[in-house]
């Protein structure tokens, strides 16, 4: 009797270890979709002139697996808006950007309820709404596009079989080309983390 019952716990165990199993896997031909804020922290030293300051937004990714490991992931944002400073802190103007970048994801665990990644990606940078005060006001500031990488590290935590939670890191690539009444300011790196903590969904 003990050793059928021991049989049976053993064999329950394993079945819901299996299931478990299965119900966190993503696998193949699934879409995962984020949605969130991230938090934009461009580096200190953009330029000699001027500094660009942090930022928040609402952030969402799509992401397709295309085997249980490897992953494509395209970012879209609502636009973040960041102020413009001089280097003594006197606001000169803001502008806004949208950074869509797309990264090619390698998940560590794919069966397991937390799913560490990684992903190395191109990002896109377009400004645009820019605003000129303080000093500058009544200028004209124009901020170029920007091309560049884009390097992730990131996990999702299952809470069950579709739901998850996500935080990831990213470090994006982005220089503009600055141009105040069409005279060059310079490149202004604007290189910044961007941290963010999204609720997750799979369609499968
Ligand atoms: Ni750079």
């Given at each position: 009797m003990r050793t059928k019952m021991k049989i049976a716990l053993s064999a329950a165990i394993a079945m819901g270890l299996g299931l478990a199993n299965t119900a966190t896997a993503f696998e193949p031909g699934d879409w995962l979709v984020r949605a969130g804020a991230s938090y934009v922290n461009p580096a200190s030293d953009n330029s000699d002139i001027v500094s660009v300051e942090s930022a928040s937004s609402f952030t969402i990714n799509f992401t397709y697996m295309m085997t249980d490991v490897w992953a494509i992931e395209v970012l879209a944002a609502y636009p973040f808006k960041h102020d413009i400073e001089l280097l003594d802190g006197t606001k000169v103007g803001s502008t806004k950007h949208l950074p869509p970048t797309v990264s090619l994801q390698y998940h560590?665990?794919?069966?397991?309820?937390f799913q560490p990644y990684v992903g190395i990606g191109l990002n896109y940078t377009t400004f645009f709404s820019e605003k000129t005060t303080g000093p500058l006001e009544g200028t004209d500031l124009k901020l170029g596009d920007s091309w560049g990488l884009g390097g992730e590290i990131g996990f999702d935590v299952m809470f069950n079989d579709d739901w998850f939670f996500n935080a990831n890191a990213r470090y994006l690539d982005i220089d503009t080309k600055a141009k105040l009444d069409g005279n060059s300011l310079g490149k202004v790196n604007i290189d910044p983390w961007v941290f963010g903590g999204h609720i997750g969904f799979r369609f499968k």
């Open positions: 560590f665990r794919p069966t397991e309820k």
